[in-house]
């Protein structure tokens, strides 16, 4: 019995961002009476948070390099949509040519960043403070403090638009995505077949393994997720365009950090600077690639972001720094660096999207939000520290 | 007057799944020097945690006994109320403070409310300074102090606080012969005026030299307790008793197969990045053959460390000029990644701070520096990650509950056997070793030389730099001396001694004098 306590508390610390994530998704279905997990409204809210999700993705790497953060990205991303909007409605220039101008000018201000940060030596906090105060003041210089609006819908499919289906087919009469479906069943055997070539791999080298109930049930739990969730997008509109946008990116980043050399590359530098260095590892051409990439990935939640807003706002993007910031403390990262995964990052900012969604839905005023989310924030984070400290005694 | 004034009785302490401690019991006359040794993970660290409440009272069995009062330590404040006190290795100090801020840091003193009386705190510190011989302002900050005086700054802040017993931890790993000589009368004084101290050290002749008392640890457990003048000590009884066996030689032998030059350094010429007119390495000269162990000696600040680092492609110092050549041929190293891929390694003598990611495990660190060679296309192939990784601590025998082990938790020796690993798989042609076995016990330090054989065997080139004179003397073909940055000596090791080192030293210090 001591056993099966132990080895559960090792597993519940595994999964414990899962776990969590799941239990608020069920507390709020309660809450709002089971809007929360309707086809229409699983869709909306993978539309409504994907730029925290995209900007979690990029910042988990800045907090990986000893706890850097980026508090730069919610002005960038109201200063790409600017651009974008100003080049699309004022200079007429084709929207292909528009998002690759404004991806660039993200690139540019992560080649910015990175070189005070990586170069000169400036603290990263300072940089992006300063990041944050430059990219809101140009924002609201571009726009002259109006909005720019309507875009063309060529421009918010991106963050908007769903995936048409391949055929006309409907389920009882209702209209049924099959293209949706069909995605979901295989991205759940794919999930499947991973699992077990992991778990035989792990007992070939004699590693140790979950028993096999809790393998099955996790296994069993998550297939359930995805197949439910991927029925309720068939039997709304489809995939929408904005879940293929972070699914690439949670495919390529995780591939990315945990595969390759310059991923690995990142986590020893988190890990300790001196002896990475001293491993022949770059330290600062990682630590400036780093921001570079969060300065792409920043415009790319710009674009999604004005898009699903239609329109670009003086106070566009405004604290949302914040959000991405929590999203990947909740999924797990450590603030010294070195520890965090991008699908934690990815949990994070699910959970704060449901938070944020399920208190609209609500009515929870906009002021008390904030107070509960800096609340869950707090506890998420105050839980792992017990936990760890727990472990080690 | 008692006749203990600590005693700890059948104390047993468990870890999950290991018993670190196995009913130990360890009595302490006072004003004795009483020294506790042991291989490492004997359980010499845990006892002293123990014994000043780091480890509270309820997690452990047994008794604490000091006076004849049995004691209950829940936190660390209750052990020093009752005037025990701990020098770890790493020093508690504050480098931005000033030495009397340090000395009575967490203790100041003050007329009675919330301010600080600075002439009190500073003519206490001067008077305590005297005591410890440590001739230094009170304003200077610690950061600008010698390791060996910093060592003396932490002592005089246990006295601040009237310790009865003083706990040292391995005092003088890191300071040089001086510095450690005057510790070790420091101890032999402070033991006049009353105080008792309790000193872990892996250097036997320290041990012998000073204490009056030794208990030594194995595997958790008192294997063996002498006292000076009834029980016959000598370094080989104390290693017998500590690593259950009778090392006969300490140093493994070796086929000497010594080649052709392959490593040459000319006019090496190196400044401090903190202070650019300072120069720290001056016109350095030196070679290496394949298939030798050179050593490099010289005191603590001497410049080892400087001149191996600035060698590894500039990791160390600004303003880096004279030429390497590998085989005969010009090498330009702009980085660490070049020095690697030209066949050069550097093993740090500090493996904790720039040796390991220690929140990695075993596998990821020993592969770090040669991710390369374990890729397929672009992948890291974490099949074959984990056969390198098994392969070498099956070879190196670390010792570890798998390759998946974070270093973190490794003991020294295994720490640096993964380090070694690391950089054997690396597969370099010269390997500059920087103190590798500081810290590690006998037993491992036999293992380690066993390593440095191998190579040299399979015609790798060893550059070792280390502060133990016998250990130089003992592995190495040929020995440089360093002084103030310069080399000021060469021996072939059947024509070196301690005593010829130590000479070559004094004679340069003396020239720089004139």
């Given at each position: 019995m001591k056993s099966l306590r132990s080895m559960l508390r090792g597993n519940i610390r595994q999964y414990a961002m899962i776990i969590a994530f799941i239990v608020v998704a069920i507390i709020f279905e309660f809450l709002t009476k089971g809007i929360l997990l309707q086809p229409l409204n699983i869709s909306n809210l993978i539309q409504q948070n994907a730029y925290v999700m995209i900007l979690a993705t990029g910042m988990l790497l800045c907090i990986l390099t000893m706890g850097n953060i980026d508090l730069s990205v919610g002005s960038v991303v109201g200063f790409v949509g600017a651009i974008s909007a100003i080049l699309i409605l004022k200079m007429d220039v084709p929207v292909w040519i528009a998002l690759i101008i404004s991806l660039l000018v993200g690139f540019v201000i992560g080649i910015w960043h990175g070189w005070w940060i990586a170069y000169i030596g400036v603290p990263a906090f300072i940089v992006t403070l300063a990041g944050l105060l430059i990219f809101r003041g140009l924002t609201m210089t571009a726009l002259g403090g109006l909005s720019l609006a309507p875009l063309p819908d060529s421009y918010t499919f991106l963050a908007a638009g769903f995936i048409p289906d391949f055929v006309q087919f409907q389920l009882f009469g209702k209209a049924f995505n099959l293209l949706a479906f069909l995605a979901g069943t295989v991205a759940t055997i794919l999930f499947i077949i991973n699992e077990i070539s992991k778990r035989r791999n792990r007992r070939k080298y004699n590693f140790e393994v979950p028993v096999f109930w809790i393998f099955a049930l996790k296994i069993v739990l998550i297939s359930l997720v995805i197949m439910s969730f991927t029925y309720a997008l068939s039997v709304y509109r489809g995939i929408p365009m904005v879940l293929v946008i972070v699914v690439a990116l949670v495919l390529i980043y995780s591939f990315v950090t945990n595969k390759t050399i310059p991923g690995r590359h990142i986590y020893a530098f988190g890990g300790n600077p001196k002896a990475a260095r001293l491993s022949g590892i770059k330290t600062k051409k990682v630590l400036f690639w780093v921001y570079v990439n969060m300065g792409v990935l920043a415009a790319l939640a710009g674009i999604v972001f004005t898009g699903r807003l239609n329109s670009a706002t003086p106070k566009g993007g405004y604290g949302f720094e914040l959000d991405a910031i929590a999203a990947c403390f909740i999924g797990g990262a450590s603030t010294t660096g070195g520890v965090g995964t991008v699908i934690g990052a990815i949990v994070g900012g699910l959970l704060m999207g449901v938070l944020n969604n399920g208190m609209a839905i609500m009515g929870v005023p906009i002021d008390l939000q904030q107070t509960i989310k800096g609340l869950v924030l707090l506890i998420a984070v105050g839980f792992d520290v017990v936990s760890k400290a727990k472990s080690k005694v | 007057m008692e006749k203990y004034i600590l005693e700890m009785h059948n104390i047993t302490k468990t870890f999950p799944g290991v018993k670190a401690l196995d009913n130990v019991n360890?009595?302490?006359?006072?004003?004795?020097?009483?020294?506790?040794?042991?291989?490492?993970?004997?359980?010499?660290?845990?006892?002293?945690?123990?014994?000043?409440?780091?480890?509270?009272?309820?997690?452990?069995?047994?008794?604490?006994i000091v006076e004849g009062e049995v004691c209950i330590f829940k936190y660390i404040n209750d052990s020093k109320a009752k005037g025990i006190a701990i020098i770890h290795q790493e020093l508690a100090l504050i480098p931005s403070?000033?030495?009397?801020?340090?000395?009575?840091?967490?203790?100041?003193?003050?007329?009675?409310?919330?301010?600080?009386?600075?002439?009190?705190?500073?003519?206490?510190?001067?008077?305590?300074?005297?005591?410890?011989?440590?001739?230094?302002?009170?304003?200077?900050?610690?950061?600008?102090?010698?390791?060996?005086?910093?060592?003396?700054?932490?002592?005089?802040?246990?006295?601040?606080?009237?310790?009865?017993?003083?706990?040292?931890?391995?005092?003088?790993?890191?300071?040089?012969?001086?510095?450690?000589?005057?510790?070790?009368?420091?101890?032999?004084?402070?033991?006049?005026?009353?105080?008792?101290?309790?000193?872990?050290?892996?250097?036997?002749?320290?041990?012998?030299?000073?204490?009056?008392?030794?208990?030594?640890?194995?595997?958790?457990?008192?294997?063996?307790?002498?006292?000076?003048?009834?029980?016959?000590?000598?370094?080989?009884?104390?290693?017998?008793?500590?690593?259950?066996?009778?090392?006969?030689?300490?140093?493994?032998?070796?086929?000497?197969?010594?080649?052709?030059?392959?490593?040459?350094?000319?006019?090496?010429?190196?400044?401090?990045?903190?202070?650019?007119?300072?120069?720290?390495?001056?016109?350095?000269?030196?070679?290496?053959?394949?298939?030798?162990?050179?050593?490099?000696?010289?005191?603590?600040?001497?410049?080892?460390?400087?001149?191996?680092?600035?060698?590894?492609?500039?990791?160390?110092?600004?303003?880096?000029?004279?030429?390497?050549?590998?085989?005969?041929?010009?090498?330009?190293?702009?980085?660490?990644?070049?020095?690697?891929?030209?066949?050069?390694?550097?093993?740090?003598?500090?493996?904790?701070?720039?040796?390991?990611?220690?929140?990695?495990?075993?596998k990821r660190n020993i592969?770090?520096?040669?991710?390369?060679?374990?890729?397929?296309?672009?992948?890291?192939?974490?099949?074959?990650?984990?056969?390198?990784?098994?392969?070498?601590?099956?070879?190196?025998?670390?010792?570890?509950?798998s390759v998946l082990q974070k270093t973190g938790n490794l003991s020294g020796g295994n720490q640096q056997k993964v380090m070694f690993s690391k950089w054997i798989f690396a597969d370099p042609d010269i390997l500059f070793l920087d103190e590798p076995t500081r810290g590690i016990d006998v037993g491992a330090k036999y293992e380690i030389y066993t390593i440095i054989n191998d190579l040299a065997e399979k015609g790798k080139s060893i550059v070792m730099i280390s502060s133990e004179m016998p250990e130089l003397l003992g592995i190495c073909d040929r020995i440089y001396i360093m002084n103030r940055g310069m080399i000021v000596g060469e021996f072939m090791v059947n024509e070196a001694s301690q005593e010829k080192i130590m000479q070559c030293i004094m004679q340069s210090n003396k020239e720089v004098v004139k």
């Open positions: - | 360890l009595q302490v006359k006072p004003k004795h020097i009483h020294a506790l040794v042991g291989e490492n993970g004997a359980g010499k660290s845990t006892l002293m945690n123990i014994l000043s409440g780091v480890y509270p009272y309820g997690t452990y069995e047994g008794d604490i403070l000033s030495i009397a801020e340090n000395v009575f840091l967490g203790n100041e003193q003050s007329d009675g409310g919330l301010i600080i009386n600075w002439n009190k705190t500073r003519s206490r510190t001067i008077e305590m300074l005297k005591k410890v011989g440590l001739d230094e302002n009170t304003d200077t900050l610690v950061k600008d102090l010698g390791l060996g005086k910093q060592q003396l700054v932490e002592i005089v802040k246990a006295l601040a606080k009237d310790v009865k017993i003083l706990i040292l931890d391995e005092p003088t790993a890191a300071l040089n012969d001086d510095d450690s000589d005057h510790l070790l009368d420091l101890l032999v004084e402070l033991k006049e005026h009353g105080i008792t101290s309790i000193l872990i050290s892996h250097k036997l002749h320290e041990v012998t030299k000073i204490a009056d008392e030794i208990t030594i640890l194995r595997d958790g457990a008192t294997v063996d307790t002498m006292v000076k003048g009834v029980d016959v000590i000598s370094e080989e009884r104390i290693i017998k008793a500590m690593v259950g066996r009778e090392i006969t030689d300490r140093f493994p032998k070796r086929k000497h197969k010594v080649g052709e030059v392959c490593f040459e350094v000319e006019n090496w010429n190196v400044f401090s990045p903190l202070d650019n007119t300072k120069q720290i390495i001056r016109d350095v000269n030196f070679n290496v053959r394949r298939g030798e162990v050179v050593g490099i000696a010289g005191l603590m600040g001497a410049g080892r460390t400087e001149l191996a680092m600035s060698l590894f492609g500039k990791a160390y110092g600004i303003k880096i000029s004279g030429t390497i050549r590998k085989d005969g041929k010009e090498l330009v190293l702009h980085d660490v990644s070049d020095a690697i891929k030209n066949g050069i390694a550097y093993a740090t003598e500090d493996r904790k701070t720039s040796g390991l990611i220690l929140i990695d495990d075993i592969t770090l520096s040669s991710l390369s060679s374990i890729k397929k296309k672009i992948v890291i192939d974490d099949n074959l990650e984990i056969k390198v990784g098994e392969d070498y601590r099956a070879k190196l025998n670390i010792k570890s509950s």
